[in-house]
């Protein structure tokens, strides 16, 4: 339990304590913005190989007993997180890393960023969330919570990266756009335009949700997803 709290901890500070301060700044100015996003990504993703590792060694601590209710709606939670995490994956988006010049675009916000400009993060959250109401051991806990407080802090780590960066088209996106979702659309600030999302990203959606469903959980976890 030592190994997953520690790689989680890894994977949370070296989000909040360099990426999301000055500190990623300096980094860049010493080593360039390429080798930096080359590390960032390697440490990421050293981070999440070696909470899975733990999590997988770590023994079972049960602190509740999931109702069924909560398995059922778990399944719920996880395709709507799967399906905001296709589509932010698929949709340009001035807060995604490396697509920062799409501020300055004639129309900054489209599609699934009219409801939120942080699906993907947004898709995590409902993905975790889910897990944690599936599960009720101390090792998702600390697996899946971690997953779901970065999702919830990101945002404000990333609006104020981009703030910094470029103060005026900033202001404009963000004017446009809330981080959470349908804020703006409620607020009039911008429109439900469904068109702009199109029929093909949510069909990609429910077909990756099915594959995970039917079988790359079980392939890769040893659990069905109807078993949880």
Same mark, same amino acid.
């Given at each position: 339990m030592i190994s997953l709290l520690l790689a989680s901890g890894l994977f949370l500070g070296i989000h909040i304590f360099v990426s999301g301060t000055s500190l990623r700044g300096v980094l860049v100015g010493a080593i360039g913005e390429k080798a930096?996003? @080359?590390? $960032?990504? =390697?440490? &990421? !993703?050293?981070?999440?190989?070696?909470?899975s590792i733990a999590y997988?060694?770590?023994?079972?601590?049960?602190?509740?007993?999931?109702?069924?209710?909560?398995?059922?709606?778990?399944?719920?939670?996880?395709?709507?997180?799967?399906?905001l995490v296709v589509l932010g994956l698929t949709t340009k988006n001035p807060t995604s890393a490396g697509q920062e010049g799409a501020l300055s675009s004639d129309e900054p916000a489209q599609g699934i960023i009219r409801i939120?400009?942080?699906?993907?993060?947004?898709?995590?959250?409902f993905w975790a969330a889910g897990h944690l109401l599936?599960?009720?051991?101390?090792?998702?806990?600390?697996?899946? @919570?971690? $997953?779901? =407080?970065? &999702? !919830?802090?990101?945002?404000f780590l990333i609006d104020g990266k981009r703030a910094r960066r470029d103060p005026g088209a900033w202001a404009r996106f963000a004017a446009i756009t809330s981080w959470v979702p349908f804020a703006a659309i409620a607020?009039?600030?911008?429109?439900?335009?469904l068109g702009e999302i199109g029929?093909?990203?949510?069909?990609?959606?429910?077909?990756?949700?099915?594959?995970?469903?039917?079988?790359?959980?079980?392939?890769?976890f040893g659990v069905p997803v109807m078993a949880m």
């Open positions: 930096y996003s @080359g590390l $960032f990504a =390697l440490a &990421s !993703l050293g981070a999440i190989v070696w909470m997988g060694a770590a023994p079972y601590q049960e602190i509740w007993i999931p109702e069924v209710w909560a398995r059922h709606l778990t399944v719920i939670l996880v395709f709507v997180g799967v399906m939120t400009r942080h699906p993907f993060l947004w898709g995590v959250v599936a599960r009720g051991d101390l090792a998702s806990i600390l697996l899946f @919570g971690t $997953f779901l =407080l970065l &999702s !919830l802090i990101g945002p607020s009039g600030r911008t429109a439900l335009r029929w093909w990203r949510p069909l990609v959606g429910i077909v990756v949700y099915l594959l995970i469903a039917l079988w790359a959980h079980e392939w890769l």
